[in-house]
């Protein structure tokens, strides 16, 4: 998948293990198609990314992150996906109030058992960050 300015986003990804990690997992052992944008990190619980997690990324020129969890009711922590939610919340207007496109941080609710709609993610936020072009803090620093 090139686009035509022979832009590739790179994407990192925080995935907690109980639900978004296993969901990829599925993707992968399903042979499901999606772009090989994405590097995963494996969380315990999407309520354990601190929004520093997500900045340093995308200040270190990184296109776009990636928080994927358990769907709100279903955590295996009780309230962390709520947590993380306020968090995102909190972090769109962070990067909004410094000038970075809020649109490059996505949050996902996806199951251990929806590896298609894991797939289907990534190949949205591909596209959609393909759309946004570059991250300009890319430029800031030697790639």
């Given amino acids: 998948m090139t686009s035509t300015n022979g832009f590739e986003p790179r994407i990192v990804a925080f995935l907690c293990n109980w639900c978004t990690y296993t969901g990829a997992d599925l993707a992968g052992t399903s042979r499901l198609q999606y772009p090989p944008n994405i590097r995963i990190i494996r969380t315990m619980c999407s309520g354990a990314v601190d929004p ?46 410094t000038g970075l496109d809020e649109d490059r941080v996505w949050l996902r609710w996806i199951s251990a058992s929806e590896g298609q709609k894991f797939a289907e993610t990534v190949t949205e936020m591909v596209a959609s960050i393909k759309d946004l072009g570059p991250n300009p803090m890319r430029d800031q620093w030697a790639v």
């Fill in 52 to 97: 520093v997690y997500v900045l340093k990324p995308i200040l270190e020129g990184v296109d776009g992150v990636l928080i994927g969890g358990c769907h709100p009711g279903d955590c295996h922590y009780q309230s962390g996906n709520y947590k993380a939610r306020r968090r995102y919340i909190a972090l769109r207007e962070i990067l909004k109030s």
